[in-house]
Nanobody, 127 residues
């Protein structure tokens, strides 16, 4: 059974940094897209970035340079390091998995592509 569990988020001042993680079980990364999405208050769910089956990492333009996605296959954990946070980064952050695939390459940015979701973790940026 596929399970995804995000770590607790938190509150940070504008310009600060925060890291969240997503612990997974029940599948192998090499057959799945993994992704982070976020949903700001009153807005739709949008992609932050994704990792393909080969470990290729892709980012939404809004977070490039500031955010870093990584994964540790040995620990079955994906990470999201967020730097230079601003007010617009306030959102509920979700990790997601799509698969299984024999091969998966490229940026999987659409919500509809993902069939497994974590419960979400709140990140709040204040001025």
């Amino acid at each position: 059974q596929v399970q995804l569990v995000e770590s607790v988020g938190g509150s940070v001042q504008s310009g600060g940094s925060l890291s969240v993680s997503c612990a997974s079980s029940g599948f192998e990364y090499r057959h799945y897209y993994m992704a982070w999405f976020r949903q700001p208050p009153g807005n739709e769910l949008v992609s932050v970035g994704s990792i393909d089956c080969n470990g290729g990492i892709y980012y939404a333009n809004s977070v490039k340079v500031r955010f870093t996605i990584s994964q540790d296959s040995a620990k079955n954990t994906m990470y999201l390091q967020m730097n230079s946070l601003d007010l617009e980064d306030t959102a509920m952050y979700y990790c997601a998995a799509a698969g299984p695939y024999s091969q998966c390459v490229g940026f999987a940015a659409q919500v509809s592509q993902y069939n497994y979701w974590g419960q979400g973790t709140q990140v709040t940026v204040s001025s």
